[in-house]
T-cell receptor, first 115, second 112 residues
Framework: DGGITQSPKYLFRKEGQNVTLSCEQN?????MYWYRQDPGQGLRLIYY???????QKGDIAEGYSVSREKKESFPLTVTSAQKNPTAFYLC??????????????FGSGTRLTVV | AQTVTQSQPEMSVQEAETVTLSCTYD???????LFWYKQPPSRQMILVIR??????QNATENRFSVNFQKAAKSFSLKISDSQLGDAAMYFC?????????FGKGTMLLVSP
């Protein structure tokens, strides 16, 4: 079955550490996205990529970095510059607008906690 | 910039009754999509219903339907014959050409 796989499900980070969240999709979607979810805040866009080797900052990109070396993969690194990284992180992908059954497909998320 | 507003942090409904969740949005794009996503306690985001802005007809999916008022930039979700399994956080979202913007969500509580 096609879908998006995020790993790990739970991740613990020490102060000053960089950590990387994995996101892989086998839906053949060009576009991929990272969202952060905090209680009462909805989902906020961190970074997105519409094509391999290209990505753009979203609304809350500070303290995060991404790469898009392969169509299937869009890893997110939470750097030590991110002062409040504890949150739930969701990865998504989508086909181009206008595609039949257009919509965003989400992974099951990674819960990151600073210890 | 796109904005999506859900003015109801929490709604309650009894089983078998009907409930309507409100959503307004703002965008400068002429062509866009609107969505309702459901997030149960598992936190998996599930697409409930989709509306293409250029279509006049309101979308329906079984017990779920929308009231899309383009001029008013309003996109409400009606859930008929509510079931216990409908209890979840519901997010309204608007997709322009490149990204999806979410509202802050409405928690739906369903009582027997």
């Amino acid at each position: 079955d096609g879908g998006i796989t995020q790993s790990p499900k739970y991740l613990f980070r020490k102060e000053g550490q960089n950590v990387t969240l994995s996101c892989e999709q086998n839906l053949n979607h060009d576009a991929m996205y990272w969202y952060r979810q905090d209680p009462g805040q909805g989902l906020r866009l961190i970074y997105y990529s519409q094509i391999v080797n290209d990505f753009q900052k979203g609304d809350i990109a500070e303290g995060y970095s991404v790469s898009r070396e392969k169509k299937e993969s869009f890893p997110l690194t939470v750097t030590s510059a991110q002062k409040n990284p504890t949150a739930f992180y969701l990865c998504a992908s989508s086909p181009p607008p206008g595609t039949q059954d257009y919509g965003y497909t989400f992974g099951s998320g990674t819960r990151l906690t600073v210890v | 910039a796109q904005t999506v507003t859900q003015s109801q942090p929490e709604m309650s409904v009894q089983e078998a009754e009907t409930v309507t969740l409100s959503c307004t949005y703002d965008t400068s794009e002429s062509d866009y999509y609107l969505f309702w996503y459901k997030q149960p306690p598992s936190r998996q985001m599930i697409l409930v219903i989709r509306q293409e802005a250029y279509k006049q007809q309101n979308a329906t999916e079984n017990r779920f339907s929308v009231n899309f008022q383009k001029a008013a930039k309003s996109f409400s979700l009606k859930i008929s014959d509510s079931q216990l399994g409908d209890a979840a956080m519901y997010f309204c979202a608007q997709a322009g050409y490149s990204t999806l913007t979410f509202g802050k969500g409405t928690m739906l509580l369903v009582s027997p």
